[in-house]
T-cell receptor, first 112, second 112 residues
């Protein structure tokens, strides 16, 4: 079973729409959770960390449900510039450091 | 601010050739990572290092070698290039466990 699973999409939404992405992780020992954004042929960049209490950054809201091992990202009032692939990332600690596990990403295209 | 610098950005190799992908960071980060990303797939960890002189295998280490003689540099060596190593390679660094990853801009490698 994959460490992190995401719906690959693609999601094609009109400008101004609200869109939600979901992610599940398989290991209950996972410690930290992130959403990264990746533009075509570019490096991933941190969008936001995800906390158990839920957190918001402008139009973006992230939620974590540890009991269900489920992470979500909500984007409100979508902009054309939001078009990208969104990667769900979880980490686990090992003796020699932290390991990051990346989902395959969810593709979003915002249409004018 | 340079951050994480990778060279080269693009490279074409013939089967059996060798090359080194360079990665350097100027943030005094202890942790450094090499990932590969195949089309439509998540990032897979090749090797990582938790400090100078310490390296360890990730999920897909076969066909690669690394060294970490200084805190700043973490080169990835391909000894006998194979078509299966055609991919985009990302180097990343992290100050310490649980903190976000900083990525280099990637190296697109084709083995023909």
């Amino acid at each position: 079973r994959k460490e992190v699973e995401q719906d690959p999409g693609p999601f094609n939404v009109p400008e101004g729409a609200t869109v939600a992405f979901n992610c599940t992780y398989s290991n209950s020992a996972s410690q930290s959770f992130f959403w990264y954004r990746q533009d075509c042929r570019k490096e991933p960049k941190l969008l936001m960390s995800v906390y158990s209490s839920g957190n918001e950054d402008g139009r973006f809201t992230a939620q974590l449900n540890r009991a269900s091992q489920y992470i979500s990202l909500l984007i409100r009032d979508s902009k054309l510039s939001d078009s990208a692939t969104y990667l769900c990332v979880v980490t686990r600690a090992f003796n020699t450091g932290n390991q990051f596990y990346f989902g395959t990403g969810t593709s979003l295209t915002v249409i004018p | 601010n340079a951050g994480v610098t990778q060279t080269p950005k693009f490279r074409i190799l013939k089967i059996g050739q060798s090359m080194t992908l360079q990665c350097t960071q100027d943030m005094n980060h202890n942790y450094m990572y090499w990932y590969r990303q195949d089309p439509g797939m998540g990032l897979k960890l090749i090797y990582y290092s938790v400090g100078a002189g310490i390296t360890d295998k990730g999920e897909v280490p076969n066909g690669y070698n690394v060294s970490r003689s200084t805190t700043e540099d973490f080169p990835l060596r391909l000894e006998l290039a194979a078509p299966s190593q055609t991919s985009v390679y990302f180097c990343a660094s992290q100050k310490q466990g649980r903190e976000k990853l900083f990525f280099g801009s990637g190296t697109q490698l084709s083995v023909l």
